[in-house]
């Protein structure tokens, strides 16, 4: 139950993309299809942003993208606003074994 | 709409108990795997533990196996955490969270469990 290694911290200017990486090994993040990211703001609780490597729930944007190679998974985030500055956790789950991960999060600042 | 309101933290002294709920609404709580996620203060999540729909999985972090209990009582929408032995690295915002296949989809407000003499 290793957590899973995200960056400490990554920065953008609005309207350029930033990628935050998350490494787990092929007893998570590469076992599964199940890699979740959350979007975390100061005094709030988590929210789901991408599940199952790259889908996104009903009502987050589509410059939110999610993607997987091997043992490291990847969130994007396109045409960066400053409201997207926060903290952002992966996570590989799945309801097979009950058991649960999270990265270390990344804090996102807008410059 | 999906609500989760957690309750039972406060302030306790290290080597008690405390025991939190979640009420859960807005979804068929029977059909979901619920789970326990923590963040200390200034902190990351840490997932703590989780609980299959009937109760026939278990899973439990390391860090606090053997000491906490997870339990849900599906009659009454609600998924508990029994915290025995507590230690001052407890200390954290807990929250309940919803569960799909891969996934955290619905997470409560949090109730802040302070474990200090």
């Known amino acids: 139950q290793s957590a899973l290694t995200q960056p400490a911290s990554v920065s953008g200017s609005p309207g350029q993309s930033i990628t935050i990486s998350c490494t787990g090994s092929s007893s998570d993040v590469g076992g599964y299809n199940y890699v979740s990211w959350y979007q975390q703001h100061p005094g709030k609780a988590p929210k789901l942003m991408i599940y199952?490597?790259?889908n996104r729930p009903s009502g987050v944007s589509n410059r939110f993208s999610g993607s997987k190679s091997g043992n490291t998974a990847s969130l994007t985030i396109s045409g960066l606003q400053a409201e997207d500055e926060a903290d952002y956790y992966c996570?590989?789950?799945?309801?097979?074994?009950?058991?649960?991960?999270f990265g270390g999060g990344t804090k996102l600042t807008v410059l | 709409e999906v609500q989760l309101v957690e309750s039972g933290g406060g302030l306790v002294q290290p080597g008690r108990s405390l025991r939190l709920s979640c009420a859960a609404s807005?979804?068929?709580?029977?059909?979901?795997?619920m789970h326990w996620v923590r963040q200390a203060p200034g902190k990351g999540l840490e997932w703590v533990s989780g609980?299959?729909?009937?109760?026939?999985?278990?899973g439990y972090a390391d860090s606090v196996k053997g000491r906490f209990t997870i339990s849900r009582d599906n009659a009454k929408n609600s998924l508990y955490l029994q915290m025995n032995s507590l230690r001052a690295e407890d200390t954290a915002l807990y929250y309940c969270?919803?569960?799909?296949?891969?996934?955290?989809?619905?997470w409560g407000q949090g109730t802040l469990v302070t474990v200090s003499s």
């Open positions: 969270a919803k569960a799909r296949v891969g996934e955290f989809d619905y």
């Open positions: 807005g979804f068929t709580f029977e059909d979901y795997a």
């Open positions: 199952d490597v790259s």
């Open positions: 996570s590989s789950y799945t309801s097979f074994n009950t058991l649960g991960v």
């Open positions: 609980i299959s729909w009937n109760s026939g999985s278990i």
